[in-house]
Nanobody, 126 residues
Framework: VQLQASGGGLVQAGDSLRLSCAAT????????MGWFRQAPGKEREFVAA????????DYVDSVKGRFTISRDNPKNTVFLQMNSLKIEDTAVYYC????????????????????WGQGTLVTVSS
């Protein structure tokens, strides 16, 4: 599976961005998709994940109510809609894919993810 993330950019606090991650090279089914981010000088952190059925979703507390993860399985694409962006959301955002037999499987641990995209930079200014 190859993952290509896009949609990052420079925005002001309070603005919105929509990240996309397109998967190629393998069926999108059976893969939970996650978004992680890494801010300068910080460790990578989990942001959101969605099971391959779309029936199970998880967010880190700091983005709940502001970010929405979704997926379009026929188009092999996962999205991260980010609203009310804050300066502390500034980071490189990575999409990742994790194989699960369960339609509702997903995880927060990056080690569970088999494939990673190249990252897209989101910069939020004041």
């Amino acid at each position: 599976v190859q993952l290509q993330a896009s949609g990052g950019g420079l925005v002001q606090a309070g603005d919105s961005l929509r990240l996309s991650c397109a998967a190629t090279g393998h069926t999108f089914n059976n893969y939970a998709m996650g978004w992680f981010r890494q801010a300068p000088g910080k460790e990578r952190e989990f942001v959101a994940a969605i099971s391959w059925s779309g029936g199970n979703i998880d967010y880190v507390d700091s983005v709940k109510g502001r970010f929405t993860i979704s997926r379009d399985n026929p188009k092999n694409t996962v999205f991260l809609q980010m609203n009310s962006l804050k300066i502390e959301d500034t980071a490189v955002y990575y999409c990742a894919a994790a194989y699960f037999r369960s339609a509702y499987g997903l995880g927060r641990n990056g080690a569970s993810y088999n494939y990673w995209g190249q990252g897209t930079l989101v910069t939020v200014s004041s």
